[in-house]
């Protein structure tokens, strides 16, 4: 798996919203108004806010933070939901890689290096299947199992 050759980390802040993902364990409760902000902040760490809807209509909040590996415009992070006061411990981290990302910041997939995870996220909470299919084809490119996506509804797109 490849990241991007780089990222603008302060055109990759805001609000993304979940399009599709790879099912995983600590997304099971989401139904559906999937989203993530991310705010850089002075001490270079990124701070992450995931929001979805839950089967009782309550929305589930996590907070979390990022750091960048590697140099200035790496693509590349860890992310943990885990208690500030373990960040010592390495498990808590998650690799979070951008791999792939249009020119204006407003399409994007994220993956990390064993293939587990994908999320393809988008500015707005809708993505016309031109550009779906024409990501599609990228990931799958890259030997993504794009048939595991399951998509991601938006009650108010």
């Known amino acids: 798996m490849q990241a991007i050759e780089s990222l603008d ?76 006061w373990m960040e010592f411990v390495p498990m808590v981290w998650g690799k979070y890689w951008v791999i792939d990302i249009d020119k204006d910041y407003t399409l994007a997939a994220v993956s990390e290096p064993n293939r587990e995870f994908l999320w393809v996220l988008s500015r707005s909470p809708t993505l016309d299947e031109k550009r779906w299919n024409a990501l599609m084809a990228r990931l799958e490119a890259m030997g993504l199992s794009i048939g595991k996506l399951e998509r991601t509804s938006h009650s108010n797109p």
């Open 9 to 84: 980390a302060q055109r990759y802040m805001g609000r993304w919203y979940e399009i599709a993902k790879f099912p995983n364990r600590f997304q099971t409760h989401c139904l559906t108004d999937t989203r993530a902000d991310y705010r850089l902040l002075k001490t270079g760490r990124v701070e992450v806010i995931n929001q979805c809807k839950t089967a009782s209509g309550q929305m589930d909040v996590a907070k979390g933070s990022a750091r960048f590996v590697g140099p200035e415009g790496s693509p590349k992070f860890e992310v943990r939901f885990a208690p500030e």
